[in-house]
Nanobody, 124 residues
């Protein structure tokens, strides 16, 4: 059973940067797809970005492409979300997710494990 714990959220001004971390434990994730999702008040959970734990192709929502970067530290079983040029519309609870297959998808229903979420607030 894989457990995911997010950290790094906070309050930043528009144009600023923030790095979120997701620490995985309790299982082998080498064959997993890892993703970040976000959910703003009154909206459905939205795909942000995803990567295979083993590397290779990355996928980004058009709204964050060029501003956000997903990466990982295999030694620490941690995946990161680097967020630059933040906008007020990026304000949301950000969730780390893991899927027990290597193929990434944008549908949150396809993911098997979820972190508790971390709040990101971008002020204007």
């Amino acid at each position: 059973q894989v457990q995911l714990v997010e950290s790094g959220g906070g309050l930043v001004q528009a144009g600023g940067s923030l790095r979120l971390s997701c620490a995985a434990s309790g299982g082998t994730v080498s064959n997993y797809a890892m993703g970040w999702f976000r959910q703003a008040p009154g909206k459905e959970r939205e795909f942000v970005t995803a990567i295979r734990w083993s590397g290779g192709s990355t996928y980004y929502a058009e709204s964050v492409r060029g501003r956000f970067t997903i990466s990982r530290d295999n030694a620490k079983n941690t995946v990161f979300l680097h967020m630059n040029s933040l906008k007020p519309e990026d304000t949301a609870v950000y969730y780390c997710a893991a899927r027990r297959v290597v193929v990434v998808t944008t549908n949150p229903d396809d993911y098997d494990y979820w972190g508790q979420g971390t709040q990101v607030t971008v002020s204007s």
